[in-house]
């Protein structure tokens, strides 16, 4: 049962430096989203997707970029990382939009941007 | 704009206790009120997920309650034991967008005591 999963788990990154951060659900979820979770922020929504080859913007999009190639899969990427992308980032899923059925997470991703 | 809000940020009980978490949101013209539970280091999972038109929701010995009106939603939890323990986050979701418009609280960090 792997639900959603997220790789890696934990990332080390100098300013300007690029990455990839992989979802991947193998619940055939049409719905995929990334979230920031911050102390004395909550989450926020970065990027969504609503079926493959679509990718809309959320709450905090600036400074990320996102692709749905396949249907299982959803990358967040961050071509400059800045120390204020220091965050732990979680992917979820779902078989309907956000509001209105159950997410699925998966455990995150902790980035530290020195 | 949606705001959400959980009042105590911690809470401390004794094993066995009965108690309520509480959620409070802005705006009353929700879709529906999600709980979640967050353990140290992993994603969310979906505890409960009451529609506006609904009153209260129950899991167990989790029951959910509902107060458009008020703009409150409660969280009890009977009986605590120490595997509670864990931040409970509560989020509102909107009408709007093509995927909804989940906004999140700050979360309640509850800890049970043997």
């Known amino acids: 049962n792997a639900g959603v999963t997220q790789t890696p788990k934990f990332r080390v990154l100098k300013t300007g430096q690029s990455m990839t951060l992989l979802c991947a659900q193998d619940?055939?979820?049409?719905?995929m989203y990334w979230y920031r979770q911050d102390p004395g922020m909550g989450l926020r929504l970065i990027h969504y997707s609503v079926g493959e080859g679509t990718t809309a913007k959320g709450e905090v999009p600036d400074g990320y970029n996102v692709s749905r190639l396949k249907k299982q899969n959803f990358l967040l990427g961050l071509e400059s990382a800045a120390p204020s992308q220091t965050s732990v980032y979680f992917c979820?899923?779902?078989?309907?939009?956000?509001?209105?059925?159950?997410?699925?997470f998966g455990e995150g991703s902790r980035l530290t941007v020195l | 704009k949606q705001e959400v809000t959980q009042i105590p940020a911690a809470l401390s009980v004794p094993e066995g206790e009965n108690l309520v978490l509480n959620c409070s949101f802005t705006?009353?013209?929700?879709?529906?009120l999600q709980w979640f539970r967050q353990d140290p280091g992993k994603g969310l999972t979906s505890l409960l997920l009451?529609?506006?038109?609904?009153r209260e929701q129950t899991s167990g010995r989790l029951n959910a309650s509902l107060d458009k009106s008020s703009g409150r939603s409660t969280l009890y939890i009977a009986a605590s034991q120490p595997g509670d323990s864990a931040t409970y986050l509560c989020?509102?979701?909107?009408?709007?967008?093509?995927?909804?418009?989940?906004?999140f609280g700050k979360g309640t960090k509850l800890s049970v005591k043997p």
């Open positions: 705006d009353s013209a929700i879709y529906n």
């Open positions: 989020a509102a979701a909107n009408y709007g967008g093509s995927q909804g418009n989940l906004i």
């Open positions: 619940m055939n979820h049409e719905y």
């Open positions: 009451i529609q506006s038109s609904q």
């Open positions: 979820a899923s779902s078989t309907r939009p956000s509001g209105t059925g159950e997410l699925f």
